[in-house]
């Protein structure tokens, strides 16, 4: 009887029973195995049925639970190889290496190894236990190595007697694979183009012969039958393959020659999207976080592909043009100017010339490189053909980059006569041009290191009581940095010239503040370089100071720029010289110094000079100190550089005073406290005069030196615990 009715016949034979049932991968045979849950529930209420599937059954008292992978270490952990085993993923893979291979020693070394190979394999058992049976052959690097193609899909376990399909990760896909529809197996295909996680608009650019309806059931029955995993966890919810399907469903696509066809439609989709937000489609005050998740890896695939494609040169351009302001916003300047030279290599031979597309790839390519390579020949070429083309298309955006860049080249150089013109152009464009308002920080910034401080901060105050930054952080495409910043740690360097010292010292902080939790690496570099480390520096905080300038060649190292090491190096070195003069110090210096002049970054060469010069006076290397503030003075007077020139003056008197040529020291003090007191820096001339009173007071001439110091460290009202102030006040107590 059960022959003619089988499921009444095995709920007959269970009614009475007290039994657990197993059904393993019911998705083959899904609504079977429905009806039959279903009856034996309802007719043997003894019996409890375990059943797995890539999708739910469907039965009445059906309850489900989504089993994800098993336990990894989260990204970007550092674990040792006895932390890493206390994750299951790490456990099982290590267990099964050794099952197979008795020597292996599972050490410190393999674990971050091992813990990519494991998050590369999505955490699934199967796919763990199929590729630490390879170890023996491979070792752990080795298997790292070739899980880069396609042999994860194609390794074998050890056990002969697997099912079929559990024998190679090909193999059980395949038989996931046959069960779909054609319209899962042809969406399943399409989001193998896709590298991260995206939403669904995305896939639907890349899907546009699915109707809105067709794709929200697809894509769902994919993510119910475990095939596309999502997270609804945000505000928007987001798709992705695993890993290991998406590396099968590439696999098909090119085994069926598909796959250059769809790497062109996704490379079309990814710059729609960007050139969305080169129009700065994005939110008022969007941070680099903002920026859609995936989107920069997805704009590396489509560009990696375009460039290596015969056939998609235009392409390749176009996404190269428009990712530009996307590399900006989110700091990578370094990528940024790799593609956008290998976009403008090609117009003119493989594509043609687009005057409007080329004016914004040449002025976005001549804004990294002065921030990945310094003010170069090179730099200078490509802002000069962006101004040519603006002028020819009469696009005043563009004049303004342009303009903002040749600016920056004289600035940075050490042209700063130069550099003045400019911004005085930048100040004479008509009121209805907004960022006419970006000339009167320009100005306040050539001011100040021209040694006009007073004029100087007038400016930069005047641009920070009426800046407002565009939308969409259009800011920083167009200058590089975030505006408003930038002006305040100029106006924190001339407050601490002008002896507000806690004032300056407050702004830095929150300066620094700002740009670390804004996250732009442009902007924070400029922050440390010209406000942070130089004003601790100066201060002689020296603690403050070395936790800058660490920041520093922290950023130096993940943006792999010289220029900023060259900056690091520099304020290392001055650092310890002002601690202990050494040896090591001086080369140190030395070694910045030399890198920085290679860089041509010349705006505050001449402090480094200075402090080299101390470092060597300190050392007893009279004739080498005085070389350093002779080359020091000498640029200070060709480039006009005069903010420092009260200090190197006072420098110079240290190291006469060193040699014991009193006059001279005399002499050259006096003509720092003159320049310091027509500059009004207080600061500069509390310097020179407690190292003139030190002379006199050496001399006997106790009242010259009360009358030379006391007026000027009367003068301030704050900052008394900074060192400068400390040792006059001890000097005033010493001469009574």
């Known amino acids: 009887m059960m022959s003619d009715m089988p499921i009444q016949g095995i709920v007959r034979l269970l009614r009475d029973q007290q039994a657990l049932i197993i059904l393993d991968n019911c998705e083959h045979q899904i609504e079977a195995a429905a009806l039959l849950v279903e009856a034996i529930l309802s007719g043997a209420p003894g019996v409890t049925i375990f059943a797995t599937s890539r999708e739910p059954i469907g039965a009445r008292g059906e309850t489900t639970r989504q089993l994800g992978p098993i336990d990894l270490p989260p990204d970007g952990s550092s674990l040792s190889a006895s932390q890493a085993l206390g994750f299951s993923a790490i456990a099982l893979f290590v267990q099964r290496a050794r099952a197979g291979f008795d020597q292996f020693d599972f050490t410190d070394f393999q674990a971050p190894i091992v813990v990519g190979i494991c998050r590369r394999l999505d955490g699934i058992p199967l796919a763990i236990e199929l590729?630490?049976?390879?170890?023996?052959?491979?070792?752990?690097?080795?298997?790292?190595?070739?899980?880069?193609?396609?042999?994860?899909?194609?390794?074998?376990?050890?056990?002969?007697?697997?099912?079929?399909?559990?024998?190679?990760?090909?193999?059980?896909?395949?038989?996931?694979?046959?069960?779909?529809?054609?319209?899962?197996?042809?969406?399943?295909?399409?989001?193998?183009?896709?590298?991260?996680?995206?939403?669904?608009?995305?896939?639907?650019?890349?899907?546009?012969?699915?109707?809105?309806?067709?794709?929200?059931?697809?894509?769902?029955?994919?993510?119910?039958?475990?095939?596309?995993?999502?997270?609804?966890?945000?505000?928007?919810?987001?798709?992705?393959?695993?890993?290991?399907?998406?590396?099968?469903?590439?696999?098909?696509?090119?085994?069926?020659?598909?796959?250059?066809?769809?790497?062109?439609?996704?490379?079309?989709?990814?710059?729609?999207?960007?050139?969305?937000?080169?129009?700065?489609?994005?939110?008022d005050k969007s941070r680099p976080s903002d920026v859609p998740v995936g989107l920069v890896d997805e704009v590396r695939s489509a560009l990696d592909w375009a460039f290596a494609s015969t056939g998609a040169a235009l392409l390749a351009v176009e996404l190269a043009a428009a990712a530009a302001s996307l590399w900006i916003r989110q700091g990578l300047l370094a990528e940024?100017?790799?593609?956008?030279?290998?976009?403008?290599?090609?117009?003119?031979?493989?594509?043609?010339?687009?005057?409007?597309?080329?004016?914004?790839?040449?002025?976005?390519?001549g804004s990294v490189i002065i921030q990945t390579a310094g003010p170069n020949d090179r730099m200078y070429q490509v802002l000069k053909h962006a101004?040519?083309?603006?002028?020819?298309?009469?696009?005043?955006?563009?004049?303004?980059?342009?303009?903002?860049?040749?600016?920056?080249?004289?600035?940075?150089?050490?042209?700063?006569?130069?550099?003045?013109?400019?911004?005085?152009?930048?100040?004479?464009?008509?009121?209805?041009?907004?960022?006419?308002?970006?000339?009167?920080?320009?100005?306040?910034?050539?001011?100040?290191?021209?040694?006009?401080?007073?004029?100087?901060?007038?400016?930069?105050?005047?641009?920070?009581?009426?800046?407002?930054?565009?939308?969409?952080?259009?800011?920083?495409?167009?200058?590089?940095?975030?505006?408003?910043?930038?002006?305040?740690?100029?106006?924190?360097?001339?407050?601490?010239?002008?002896?507000?010292?806690?004032?300056?010292?407050?702004l830095v902080k929150q300066a620094v503040a700002d740009v670390m939790a804004d996250g732009h690496a442009p902007t924070i570099s400029n922050v440390l370089i010209h406000g942070a480390c130089a004003i601790a520096l100066q201060s002689r905080d020296y603690q403050a100071a070395k936790e800058f300038t660490r920041m520093l060649s922290q950023l130096a190292s993940s943006q792999e720029s010289q220029a900023l090491a060259a900056?690091?190096?520099?304020?290392?070195?001055?650092?310890?010289?002002?601690?202990?003069?050494?040896?090591?110090?001086?080369?140190?210096?030395?070694?910045?110094?030399?890198?920085?002049?290679?860089?041509?970054?010349?705006?505050?060469?001449?402090?480094?000079?200075?402090?080299?010069?101390?470092?060597?006076?300190?050392?007893?290397?009279?004739?080498?100190?005085?070389?350093?503030?002779?080359?020091?003075?000498?640029?200070?007077d060709r480039a006009g550089e005069r903010w420092y020139l009260a200090e190197l003056l006072r420098i110079r008197g240290e190291i006469a005073l060193g040699r014991r040529d009193y006059p001279a020291a005399e002499q050259c003090l006096l003509q720092a406290i003159d320049l310091a007191k027509q500059q009004s820096v207080p600061s500069w001339e509390l310097r020179a005069a407690t190292s003139l009173a030190r002379l006199f007071k050496k001399q006997a001439r106790i009242p010259q030196a009360r009358n030379i110091l006391d007026?000027?460290?009367?003068?301030?009202?704050?900052?008394?615990?900074?060192?400068?102030?400390?040792?006059?006040?001890?000097?005033?107590?010493?001469?009574?």
Not at 275 to 282: E, L, N, S, W
Not at 400 to 410: C, N, V
């Open 336 to 365: 940024c100017r790799n593609w956008l030279e290998s976009a403008v290599s090609l117009v003119g031979s493989s594509v043609e010339e687009d005057r409007f597309r080329d004016m914004r790839m040449y002025a976005a390519l």
């Open 567 to 636: 900056w690091a190096e520099c304020y290392d070195g001055a650092l310890e010289l002002r601690q202990q003069s050494s040896t090591t110090a001086i080369a140190r210096l030395r070694s910045g110094l030399a890198l920085l002049d290679r860089q041509t970054f010349q705006t505050r060469y001449v402090t480094f000079l200075g402090e080299l010069a101390l470092g060597e006076l300190a050392a007893g290397n009279h004739a080498s100190a005085l070389q350093a503030i002779s080359e020091a003075i000498g640029h200070a």
């Open 131 to 283: 590729a630490a049976a390879q170890v023996r052959f491979l070792g752990v690097q080795g298997l790292d190595i070739r899980l880069r193609d396609r042999f994860a899909l194609m390794m074998r376990g050890r056990q002969r007697t697997a099912l079929p399909r559990h024998q190679t990760l090909q193999a059980t896909l395949d038989w996931s694979f046959v069960t779909l529809t054609e319209k899962e197996q042809r969406l399943l295909l399409r989001m193998a183009a896709f590298r991260t996680p995206v939403p669904l608009d995305w896939i639907a650019m890349l899907a546009d012969d699915f109707t809105e309806l067709e794709l929200a059931e697809v894509l769902g029955s994919l993510v119910t039958k475990s095939l596309v995993a999502s997270d609804v966890g945000g505000p928007v919810a987001y798709y992705r393959l695993l890993e290991l399907t998406r590396s099968y469903g590439l696999t098909k696509l090119s085994d069926s020659g598909e796959l250059d066809g769809l790497s062109r439609r996704h490379a079309v989709v990814i710059y729609n999207i960007i050139a969305g937000i080169d129009r700065q489609d994005i939110p």
């Open 387 to 506: 101004a040519d083309l603006a002028d020819e298309l009469g696009d005043d955006e563009y004049r303004l980059r342009s303009m903002w860049g040749l600016w920056i080249r004289h600035y940075l150089t050490g042209d700063y006569r130069g550099a003045l013109l400019i911004a005085e152009h930048f100040t004479d464009l008509p009121e209805t041009i907004p960022d006419r308002l970006i000339g009167e920080r320009l100005l306040g910034m050539t001011l100040h290191v021209l040694g006009e401080q007073t004029k100087a901060r007038e400016h930069l105050e005047h641009f920070l009581s009426r800046y407002r930054a565009p939308p969409g952080r259009l800011h920083l495409v167009r200058y590089g940095f975030e505006q408003r910043v930038v002006a305040l740690i100029y106006q924190a360097h001339i407050l601490w010239l002008q002896g507000f010292q806690e004032q300056a010292c407050r």
């Open 711 to 736: 007026p000027i460290y009367r003068w301030f009202t704050e900052g008394f615990s900074n060192l400068d102030l400390v040792d006059a006040q001890n000097l005033l107590a010493a001469i009574g």
